[in-house]
Structure formats: structure tokens, C-alpha cells
């Protein structure tokens, strides 16, 4: 019985230490990144400072390591704030906005007033750029329709000094046919009244023929001036339905504006953190999801930030060119996104969550090279069926724009997103750990989203049924990703 007790009471001891250990590691690691943060601050280099004092932020676990991190975090990220005033980067206040919200002890009212005043200024500008693109559009329309109407002008003059000219003839052709009468009539006088009555009769006829010439002009001059009129009528109203498709036009370039910042809300943003050129990209093998275990001890140059976002664009592109050959619209953007919380939620590092982002968005790029038929056909054969399958061995051709030190997440993610955590996934039946994070966060990410989503052959499912269903199944989906899950949505 005294041995059982010894027993226990040496077991309580190794409990303490141990976790006495862990405690002191994670304080002084908040430690190591916050010194680093001043030393960066001093210097004047804003960049490194507001990044080693996230790190801090999320390393801290005692009260004072938080309170000493989250009052340097304050002046970081007031002086990084205020140079985005003097010069705007989208991406950099994004990702300000986003820590803002994982960490809202930061915030204060200092800090709120320059996020508010730098997102019043932005909108100010686009609603500057927004009108003078307008009045340009409508001053090009309105130069249109003068060119136009000028022309028409033009036609109609030259059609009235045809029609006065043709007049002119008349006159001087009846004015002829006066004078001959009167020579006629002049030298005949003699001749006789047989003579005189013929000739009578044939002026008489002369004259009833210029008549009938000169109303038939007349006519012809009222109905070139009645199609000129009629055209002008309707050039008018061409242009006030030019004018009103350009305020349609101005409304809609609007609306697309202010759709445009939230459809690209993760697209490009964020990309201030990033991490990798490293093996420990892949962590394939690792369950933990702790920011230290995902966190390589290499910083990224500013030529590789840049990298990384010009990657993330031509993910983009990809992602589109796959939703619309499987008929599944924004499936890539909306998985994509999620992978990009859970990562965070995850505790995983700013560049890992970036990364992870721009797999996740292509994916599905072996699908480019299934046949188009069978992506919209709605029942398939079992051949059929393993022939859709073969899409995670065919994205490599679509790849080969990734650099050599990202190739792994992306392969991971286009090749093993099918895999279930009891093995029965494909196409390697890997199971566990033997799954990297990369593949068990889209495995996660897609099924909420398909879940959730609308199809042909069935309802969405509310956010909460969504999640239960795939808590149901911890055999296919890894059970930490789907709680993160459960806390985001």
C-alpha cells in the first residue's frame, strides 16, 4: 500500500515538471519573438516588427507575456496603420483586420479610428475614380450623338439645295417657254387666226405640264424635309436611351465595385507572413496542429511574399477554368476560403494559411483533363466511375507553375484529398497521420461546402446539419479539423 502511494505521488511530480516545462518553453518562445519585435521597432522596420509581434501574440500563454505582447502589439500596430495611410496596400490592412478579430484586445480606440478613417478614404477615391470614369463614358456618348446628328444635318442641307436647285430649273424653264410663247405669238401675228388659235393651244398645253413638273418637286422637297425630321426624332430618342443605359451601367459598375472587395476578401490578402523553402512545408505525418510544429525557422524575403501572391492569382485562374468545367460555381474560391480559416483557427502560421489557400483553390486541376462529358453526366457507369476518379493522378501537367519549395503541399492536396482517415479513401488508402494537413483540411473544407450547397439532386443542408453529418463520420474526416469547423461557421 506505501509503495502504490510512492507510486502516485512520483507520477504527480513528473505531471508538474513536465508541464512546467511545456510552460516555461511556450513563455520564453513569447518572449524570444517579442524582444525580436522591439529590436525590429527600433530600428524603424515596421514590417518585421508587426510580424514577430503576431507571433508573440500567438505564442503567449501566461497573463503577463499577453499584457506585455498585447501593449507592444498596440504601438506596432498603430505605426504600421498609419503608414498605410500614407500608403495604401489592400492586402496589408486585410490582414491587419483579420488579426484585429483574433485578437480583439489589440484594438483600441486609436486603432479603430485610423481602420475606419483608412477603409473612408479608400471608399472616397473609388467613388472618385468610379464617377470620373462615368462622366468620361457619357462624354464620349454625347460626342457620338453630336458627330451624328451634325451628319444628319449635314445630309439634310445638301438635300434642300438639291430640291431648291431642281425649283430653280422649273423657273428657268418655264421662264423659256414664256419667252418663245411671246416670240412665237410676236412673228405669227399675220399668219392668220387658224394659226394663232394652234399656237395658243400648244402654250396653253406648256403651261399646264411646267405646272405639274413644279408640283411634283414641291412634293418631292416636303417629303425629303418629313424623312429628315422623322430621323431626327429618332436619333433623339437613341440618344436618351444611350443615357439611361449609361446610368444603368454606372449602377451596375458600382454594385461590381463594392462586390469586388468582398468576392476578393482572401484572394490576395494576407500574404504578409509567409514561411517556407523548407521540407516542413509538407507536415505530412504530424498530428499536432500547434503554431510550433508548423512554423519553419525561415523568413521569407519580400521577392518571395511577392511570389506567393502572383501564385495565388494564377491559382485564381485555374480554379475558375476548373468550376466551369464541373459546373460548380465559386466550388474553388468557397473551398479555398474555409481551408484558409481552419488553418488559422488551427493555429497554423499566417504564410502556412496562404499557402495552404492557394492549393486548396486548384485542388481539383485533374479534372481539366477528364473528358467534358463525363463531369455534367448524371448517372455513370462503374468504369465510368473509376475513370473520374483517375482526376487526383492528372493535375501534375497543371502544376507546373508552382515552384519546386511549395510542390509538395500542392501535389498533397491534388492527390490525396480523397483519403479517409480509416484508410478506405483513395487512391493510396493512407489513413491517420499518414494524411497531410493539407489534404485532411480540403477533405473537411469540400464536404461542408458541397453539403451546404445547393445541387440538382437535392437541397442545401443548414449550417448546423452540415456539421453534425460530418461529425458523424470521424472514419473520413479528421476530428480536429471538423471542431475547428463547428467554431467558425
Known amino acids: 500500500m506505501l509503495l502504490g502511494k510512492l507510486k502516485r505521488i512520483i507520477i504527480a511530480l513528473v505531471l508538474v515538471f513536465f508541464t512546467t516545462t511545456v510552460f516555461a518553453a511556450t513563455t520564453d518562445l513569447a518572449v524570444r519573438f517579442l524582444n525580436k519585435a522591439n529590436e525590429a521597432y527600433e530600428d524603424g522596420n515596421i514590417e518585421d516588427a508587426y510580424k514577430y509581434v503576431n507571433q508573440a501574440l500567438a505564442v503567449a500563454?501566461?497573463?503577463?507575456?499577453?499584457?506585455?505582447?498585447?501593449?507592444?502589439?498596440?504601438?506596432?500596430?498603430?505605426?504600421?496603420?498609419?503608414?498605410?495611410?500614407?500608403?495604401?496596400?489592400?492586402?496589408?490592412?486585410?490582414?491587419?483586420?483579420?488579426?484585429?478579430?483574433?485578437?480583439?484586445?489589440?484594438?483600441?480606440?486609436?486603432?479603430?479610428?485610423?481602420?475606419?478613417?483608412?477603409?473612408?478614404?479608400?471608399?472616397?477615391?473609388?467613388?472618385?475614380?468610379?464617377?470620373?470614369?462615368?462622366?468620361?463614358?457619357?462624354?464620349?456618348?454625347?460626342e457620338r450623338f453630336e458627330a451624328q446628328q451634325e451628319s444628319m444635318e449635314a445630309q439634310a442641307k445638301a438635300m434642300k439645295e438639291q430640291a431648291d436647285a431642281m425649283k430653280e430649273q422649273a423657273e428657268a424653264t418655264k421662264q423659256g417657254q414664256e419667252d418663245f410663247k411671246n416670240a412665237l405669238e410676236t412673228g405669227l401675228k399675220d399668219m392668220g387666226a387658224t394659226f394663232t388659235d394652234a399656237f395658243s393651244e400648244t402654250a396653253k398645253e406648256t403651261k399646264r405640264s411646267t405646272r405639274v413638273i413644279a408640283l411634283s418637286i414641291i412634293g418631292i422637297a416636303i417629303i425629303i424635309v418629313f424623312l429628315v425630321l422623322l430621323i431626327m426624332v429618332i436619333i433623339k430618342k437613341a440618344a436618351k436611351a444611350n443615357l439611361v443605359q449609361q446610368e444603368q451601367y454606372a449602377q451596375a459598375f458600382r454594385l461590381l465595385a463594392q462586390n469586388q472587395n468582398q468576392t476578393n476578401r482572401l484572394m490576395l490578402g494576407g500574404i504578409t507572413d509567409i514561411y517556407g523553402g523548407n521540407p516542413s512545408l509538407r507536415i505530412a505525418g504530424s498530428s499536432t496542429w500547434a503554431p510550433a510544429a508548423a512554423l519553419p525557422d525561415v523568413t521569407f524575403s519580400e521577392e518571395d511574399e511577392e511570389e506567393l501572391k502572383q501564385i495565388a492569382v494564377k491559382c485564381e485562374e485555374i480554379g475558375q477554368q476548373i468550376d466551369n468545367v464541373t459546373g460548380r460555381k465559386n466550388n474553388s474560391k468557397n473551398v479555398a476560403e474555409l481551408v484558409y480559416k481552419l488553418s488559422i483557427q488551427l493555429g497554423l502560421p499566417q504564410g502556412m494559411a496562404m499557402l495552404n489557400f492557394c492549393a486548396a483553390m486548384i485542388y481539383d486541376a485533374g479534372f481539366l483533363a477528364i473528358d467534358p462529358d463525363l463531369l455534367v453526366a448524371t448517372q455513370l457507369t462503374e468504369e465510368e466511375k473509376q475513370a473520374m476518379k483517375e482526376h487526383v493522378n492528372l493535375a501534375e501537367k497543371h502544376l507546373e507553375f508552382v515552384p519546386k519549395k511549395y510542390w509538395s503541399v500542392f501535389e498533397d492536396a491534388a492527390m490525396k484529398h480523397h483519403e479517409n482517415i480509416d484508410g478506405t479513401g483513395y487512391p493510396q488508402g493512407l489513413e491517420g497521420d499518414e494524411i497531410p494537413q493539407i489534404a485532411r483540411l480540403i477533405r473537411v473544407a469540400e464536404s461542408y461546402v458541397s453539403l451546404s450547397s445547393k445541387r440538382s439532386y437535392r437541397g442545401a443542408m443548414d449550417k448546423e446539419t452540415a456539421v453534425n453529418t460530418l461529425k458523424e463520420q470521424p472514419g473520413i474526416y479528421d476530428t480536429e479539423v471538423v471542431e475547428a469547423l463547428d467554431k467558425i461557421v
Not at 497573463?63 to 498609419?82: C, G, I, M, P, R
Not at 486609436?110 to 470614369?133: G, H, M, P, S, Y
Request: proline content about 1%; overall charge neutral; cysteine-free.
Open 61 to 142: 500563454k501566461d497573463e503577463d507575456s499577453q499584457t506585455n505582447v498585447l501593449y507592444f502589439a498596440q504601438t506596432v500596430y498603430k505605426v504600421k496603420l498609419q503608414e498605410l495611410q500614407k500608403k495604401y496596400d489592400d492586402m496589408a490592412l486585410i490582414d491587419i483586420k483579420m488579426n484585429l478579430e483574433k485578437y480583439p484586445n489589440i484594438e483600441n480606440t486609436t486603432i479603430k479610428k485610423l481602420v475606419k478613417q483608412i477603409e473612408q478614404d479608400q471608399e472616397n477615391k473609388e467613388k472618385a475614380a468610379q464617377k470620373a470614369e462615368t462622366a468620361a463614358q457619357r462624354k464620349v456618348e454625347q
